[in-house]
C-alpha cells in the first residue's frame, strides 16, 4: 500500500468513527499498551532443548512436517525476532520449562535452575521484551503414566513437586530481573483414557501437591502463579484431574489467577463468556488464545467470531489490566513464522475493533430496551472501516502494512528457513 493511500484511508475512517463519538488514536494508544504474550513453541513444535528428539507427550499433539523447524535456542530466537520485526507493539515472549540454555547437556526437570534461563533474560532485555514462564510437566518419562503432580507413587509426585517449585523460584527471579511480574501457567496432563474409578482420590492428590509447592510465598511483584484447566486430550479423552471445576474451585479459594484457553470445553462451549463470570471471583484472567478445530488442535488463531467476542468481553469488561493474553497454538503443517504473524496480528485486529466499540451507546440501548437498535449497530460496526486504523497503526510503527508482511515471511524462508535441513 502506497503512504498516501495508508493516511487517506486513515483520515477516512477517523472521520466515520469520530461521528459515533470514537477517538481511533486512543483506541491505537490502548492496543498498543496491550502486550501479547507470544509462545515460544510454535517455533519447534514444542520440542524445547532438554530432549529435542523426544517425543511429544502429555495428550497435545503437533500435526504436520513442514520444513524450516527452529532447531538451536539461537534458530529461535532469531524466529521470534523476525516475528516480532512484523508485528506492530510491545509484546513478550512465553517460554516453556524445556526450553532452558542447557548447553548439549541433559538437564533433567528436578535439577534445572536460573542458570539455564540467564542467557534468555538477557537477550529479552536486550530485546526490550518481558518474558513469561510455564513448568512443563510433559514429554517425560516420569509422566508415561499419565499422572504427574496426582500420580499414587509418591516419588512420581515428589519429582514433579520438585520441578514446579524450582519453576516458581526461576520464574521469580525472571519477574525481579525484569522489573516486571512473570507470569507462570501450570497446566499438568494428568488424566486417563478410560473411565475412572479414583476421580476424587488424584484430584485431591493434585490439591495437595499444589498445595505444598505453592505454599512458598513468593511476592506477586516478580511472580504471578496461574492455573490452566482441561476437558480432555488425546489419551487422557475419558478424565483430567485438572478440570474446570477443579482449577475454578483452586484458583477461588486461593484467590490466584486461573488460565482459560480457548480450546479447553467441550466444542461448543466458549471462553468469551467466561470473562464477566471469573473476574468477579479471582484477581487476575490469563488467556490461552487458540482455535479448536473440532478438539483441542491448537490451530492457528485467525480473525473468527469467537476471537472478536473475546476481544470484545475483555475491552467491555473495563477490566483489561487484569485480563493478559497469551498465544497457545502449534501447527507444524505451514511456515511457522507466518503461523505466528498471522495469530498475532489477528488478535491485534480484534482488540482493536473491540476498542472501537461505541459500547456507552450500545449500553443506553440496552436500558431503553431498544435490542433492534442494539442489534443494528452492532451489524454496523463490523463494516466500519477499522482495518485502515490497524494499516496505519502498522505504518506509524515501521512495520509491514497489509500482506506485505507474507513476502517477507517468503523471504525469510527463502533465507533462513529452508536451509534448515
Ligand atoms: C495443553 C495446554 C498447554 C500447552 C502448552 C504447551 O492442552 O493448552 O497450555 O498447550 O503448555
Ligand atoms: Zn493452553
Redesign the pocket.
Known amino acids: 500500500m502506497k503512504e498516501e493511500q495508508i493516511k487517506k484511508a486513515y483520515a477516512d475512517a477517523k472521520e466515520h468513527y469520530a461521528a459515533l463519538g470514537i477517538d481511533v488514536d486512543k483506541a491505537i494508544e490502548k492496543l498498543n499498551g496491550i502486550p501479547i504474550s507470544i509462545h515460544c513453541w510454535q517455533a519447534d513444535d514444542v520440542s524445547g532443548f532438554e530432549n529435542p528428539e523426544g517425543e511429544l507427550t502429555g495428550g497435545i499433539q503437533a500435526t504436520g512436517n513442514y520444513p524450516g523447524k527452529a532447531r538451536t535456542i539461537e534458530e529461535l530466537r532469531k524466529d521470534i525476532e523476525k516475528v516480532l520485526s512484523l508485528v506492530p507493539g510491545k509484546h513478550r515472549l512465553s517460554l516453556h520449562a524445556i526450553y532452558g540454555d542447557f548447553g548439549g547437556e541433559f538437564v533433567d526437570r528436578d535439577q534445572i535452575e536460573l542458570s539455564h534461563f540467564q542467557s534468555w533474560i538477557d537477550w529479552a532485555k536486550k530485546l526490550n521484551i518481558k518474558l513469561d514462564f510455564n513448568s512443563t510437566f510433559f514429554s517425560h518419562p516420569k509422566a508415561d503414566s499419565g499422572y504427574t503432580l496426582s500420580d499414587f507413587d509418591p516419588e512420581i509426585r515428589d519429582f514433579w513437586k520438585e520441578h514446579l517449585r524450582r519453576c516458581r523460584r526461576i520464574a521469580a527471579e525472571i519477574g525481579r530481573q525484569q522489573g516486571d511480574p512473570c507470569i507462570h501457567n501450570i497446566?499438568i496432563p494428568d488424566g486417563e483414557k478410560d473411565k475412572t474409578v479414583s476421580r476424587f482420590a488424584h484430584r485431591q492428590l493434585l490439591k495437595e501437591s499444589l498445595d505444598e509447592v505453592l505454599s512458598e510465598k513468593i511476592d506477586t511483584d516478580y511472580l504471578k502463579d496461574t492455573v490452566?484447566c482441561k476437558l480432555f486430550g488425546i489419551g487422557s479423552e475419558s478424565y483430567v484431574v485438572g478440570s474446570h471445576e477443579f482449577y475454578m474451585g483452586y484458583a477461588v479459594k486461593n484467590n490466584m489467577m486461573l488460565?482459560l484457553?480457548a480450546g479447553?470445553f467441550h466444542p461448543t462451549e466458549v471462553i468469551s463468556d467466561k470473562i464477566s463470570s471469573m473476574l468477579l471471583f479471582v484477581p487476575e484472567i490469563n488467556l490461552?488464545v487458540?482455535r479448536p478445530e473440532r478438539w483441542d488442535s491448537d490451530h492457528v488463531v485467525i480473525l473468527n467470531d469467537e476471537l472478536l467476542a473475546l476481544s470484545q468481553e475483555i475491552v467491555r469488561s473495563g477490566n483489561m489490566d487484569r485480563i493478559h493474553m497469551g498465544l497457545?497454538y502449534f501447527d507444524a503443517s505451514i511456515n511457522r513464522i507466518g503461523a505466528y504473524v498471522v495469530g498475532i496480528r489477528a488478535t491485534q485486529r480484534a482488540l482493536l475493533q473491540a476498542l472501537l466499540e461505541p459500547t456507552d451507546k450500545l449500553r443506553q440501548f440496552e436500558l431503553e430496551n431498544k435490542n433492534f437498535q442494539r442489534m443494528a449497530y452492532l451489524e454496523e460496526l463490523k463494516a466500519m472501516p477499522w482495518n485502515a486504523v490497524y494499516n496505519h497503526y502498522c505504518y506509524k510503527q515501521g512495520v509491514p502494512v497489509g500482506d506485505i508482511y507474507i513476502q517477507e515471511i517468503e523471504r525469510y524462508e527463502d533465507e533462513v528457513t529452508s536451509k534448515r535441513k
Do not use: F, M, R
Open positions: 497446566w490452566e488460565t484457553d479447553h490461552h487458540s497457545d
